[in-house]
DNA sequence: TTGTACGCGTTATCAT
DNA sequence: ATGATAACGCGTACAA
């Protein structure tokens, strides 16, 4: 095992001064053409590349930026790590991934852990419980740290930080709207509880569509989901002799409990009740029958934070401060689990 | 915005010295009872916390391990961070995760993007084309360098390490002998190509089965899939015309398009055709019918990583160098993609 | 009880 | 053309 080549070894191999070997390396026209080509030779020979530790010290930089984000086991998110990555990488970034869990003592435990100086910024969609309890004091004491934040998905209004969302209340509105395009009557919606933001935002839309088409909103096909663990049963109880011919569910999962449910009493999708869902997961497009859905382009939500982020990085701190928020646009994918009705 | 906190601000602000500032914050008896309650009440009260970059310079190691895995978008690799994720933060860890997106170049650019001081050691699960290349160097340039490496999954034996994998041999077996136990004579196998270990192994397990069995095998019925692209097709035209009353398919993605097929054939799933896949996706879990699989246990698989792994890391030069492979037992997951036959 | 000096690996600035 | 020195933030052996 050979150890990690340092700078002040070649100096003392080659016997020259650590900073001739620096700025030989750096291709300074200070150094004399032999001594520079000797060094470079020697380096290139023994493979030395330069400590980014070292490097992040005396810079103040790392070239890391943290993404933390409640779950991974979800394909949304981790399609998003994935459009970070790419273009962190491009950009001659690491990336340090961290799971909240979706526990707000986790997502502050993490966030410290990262902002002693492991990460030059962040990336980050808010735990369940932390947008329940409405406490972002970490997040504030990033930003005053200096310390770019973007938000993503699960963002807040009340922090000001670069964001990167769907346009939910659209996405919903598309959903419903083609439900009713197709014929649908008496759409059921499936959500979450109203403190996460994108189930809120997508009742909205839910809600906007209905009453943009002359429908009124009956409270009593709303249905609101707490924990995912009991969704399946909650879905079962909830459609059981409802009389509906459109579902809008706000995930996959909701959206093929939904599909089984109502199934096993019967009904036929998409021939009786049409489904829609709202994800990009794989599971919409390999399930039987595949799913129409609103598609969230975790993707690009990931490539343009990471673009955001990077800018805030590289930006000369004199500039001024200015927040954005981008807003990327959902597509309606039709599939199986609708239909027009005769 | 504030910048951070150092121990020499600190010093200067309570005009002490630096040394009695991070001797009081690290309780050494040697400051007096009234300094060092002055100076931690201080550094409490303005929440300092040291920087881990300096830390990483001074002792050499940097409390992060990477992951490196060919693609974040599959159940099996977000389980296996989400268990190495887990282990490393209880014991202090941070987790750095790269992607090589299967390509033999990327999984070398992001070691030594990390080899540079970013990270103590790696855990990696080979890039389809680094198998398939058989070239090797770079992971035996980190381990020559100190940097301990614990491969799962995807392994190779000619590297020594500790690695991490499930019985594949074992897990194929289990499978093939159970569609035996219910009644299958006439099992195709759908595998991917043999340099992919896996693929590799599980045929091996498909093999010994049928034979301890007594059942010859026909290469006929066994299909070696290249490109996930292009596998739904293959499989398509591969069962087409075949007389079959068994599928053992070595990931989810395959099952389920062998499912698809055979459906549309006519035949019915699992009355005709039993099928039996390999992952612990949520796929399998949602799919109608649902899946009956061999589960990896991903989440155990990076949980041991990481085990091992630190275990390395904190280990004292001194000890002998010895390296482990623990295999993480498979189970059978029997849902509705299977039946006894009559 | 407190402070000084050094080193981790690097680069920038200032001497020689 | 080359070298010495300081600094980034921290901890520690040693000196006062």
Same mark, same amino acid.
């Given at each position: 095992?050979?150890?990690?080549?340092?700078?002040?070894?070649?100096?003392?191999?080659?016997?020259?001064?650590?900073?001739?070997?620096s700025?030989?390396?750096?291709?300074?026209?200070?150094?004399?053409?032999?001594?520079?080509?000797?060094i470079?030779?020697?380096?290139?020979?023994?493979?030395?590349?330069?400590?980014?530790?070292?490097?992040?010290?005396?810079?103040?930089?790392?070239?890391?930026?943290?993404?933390?984000?409640?779950?991974?086991?979800?394909?949304?998110?981790?399609?998003?790590?994935?459009?970070?990555?790419?273009?962190?990488?491009?950009?001659?970034?690491?990336?340090?991934?961290?799971?909240?869990?979706?526990?707000?003592?986790?997502?502050?435990?993490?966030?410290?852990?990262?902002?002693?100086?492991?990460?030059?910024?962040?990336i980050l969609s808010?735990a369940?419980?932390?947008?329940?309890?409405?406490?972002?004091?970490?997040?504030?004491?990033?930003?005053n740290?200096?310390?770019?934040?973007?938000?993503?998905?699960?963002?807040?209004?009340?922090?000001?930080?670069?964001?990167?969302?769907?346009?939910?209340?659209?996405?919903?509105?598309?959903?419903?709207?083609?439900?009713?395009?197709?014929?649908?009557?008496?759409?059921?919606?499936?959500?979450?509880?109203?403190?996460?933001?994108?189930?809120?935002?997508?009742?909205?839309?839910?809600?906007?569509?209905?009453?943009?088409? +002359?429908?009124?909103?009956?409270?009593? $096909? @709303?249905? *609101?989901? !707490?924990?995912?663990?009991?969704? =399946?049963?909650?879905?079962?109880q909830?459609?059981?002799?409802?009389?509906?011919?459109?579902?809008?569910?706000?995930?996959?999962?909701?959206?093929?409990?939904?599909?089984?449910?109502?199934?096993?009493?019967?009904?036929?999708?998409?021939?009786d009740?049409?489904?829609i869902?709202f994800?990009?997961?794989?599971?919409?497009?390999?399930?039987?029958?595949?799913?129409?859905?609103?598609?969230?382009?975790?993707?690009?939500? +990931?490539?343009?934070?990471?673009?955001? $982020? @990077?800018? *805030?990085? !590289?930006?000369?701190?004199?500039? =001024?401060?200015?927040?954005?928020?981008?807003?990327?646009?959902?597509?309606l994918?039709?599939?199986?689990?609708?239909?027009?009705?005769?």
């Amino acid at each position: 095992m050979k150890p990690k080549l340092t700078l002040k070894k070649i100096a003392k191999e080659l016997d020259v001064s650590i900073s001739t070997v620096s700025k030989a390396l750096r291709d300074s026209p200070e150094i004399g053409e032999e001594t520079r080509e000797k060094i470079k030779a020697f380096a290139k020979h023994y493979n030395y590349k330069p400590n980014n530790i070292a490097l992040s010290l005396k810079n103040r930089k790392t070239k890391t930026i943290g993404i933390i984000i409640p779950e991974i086991v979800h394909h949304f998110f981790t399609t998003v790590i994935s459009g970070v990555e790419k273009v962190a990488n491009e950009m001659g970034y690491n990336v340090l991934v961290c799971l909240s869990d979706n526990s707000f003592d986790k997502e502050v435990l993490n966030m410290e852990m990262l902002a002693n100086g492991s990460t030059d910024g962040f990336i980050l969609s808010l735990a369940k419980e932390t947008m329940q309890k409405g406490d972002y004091h970490h997040l504030i004491e990033a930003i005053n740290q200096g310390m770019p934040l973007v938000l993503f998905d699960r963002v807040v209004e009340d922090i000001s930080c670069d964001k990167v969302i769907i346009d939910d209340v659209t996405g919903g509105k598309k959903a419903v709207q083609y439900l009713v395009d197709i014929g649908c009557k008496k759409i059921a919606l499936i959500s979450t509880v109203d403190y996460v933001s994108v189930g809120k935002l997508r009742t909205k839309g839910y809600k906007d569509a209905l009453e943009e088409n +002359g429908i009124s909103v009956n409270e009593d $096909l @709303i249905l *609101k989901i !707490e924990e995912m663990e009991d969704s =399946e049963a909650e879905i079962e109880q909830f459609l059981k002799e409802k009389d509906i011919d459109g579902v809008f569910a706000v995930n996959e999962h909701f959206a093929i409990s939904a599909i089984k449910t109502i199934q096993e009493q019967g009904k036929k999708v998409p021939d009786d009740v049409s489904v829609i869902g709202f994800t990009d997961g794989e599971l919409s497009k390999r399930f039987i029958p595949s799913l129409t859905t609103v598609s969230q382009h975790g993707m690009r939500i +990931g490539e343009e934070s990471a673009r955001l $982020l @990077i800018e *805030k990085l !590289e930006r000369t701190p004199s500039e =001024e401060e200015y927040y954005k928020t981008i807003i990327v646009e959902t597509g309606l994918v039709t599939r199986n689990s609708t239909k027009l009705k005769k």
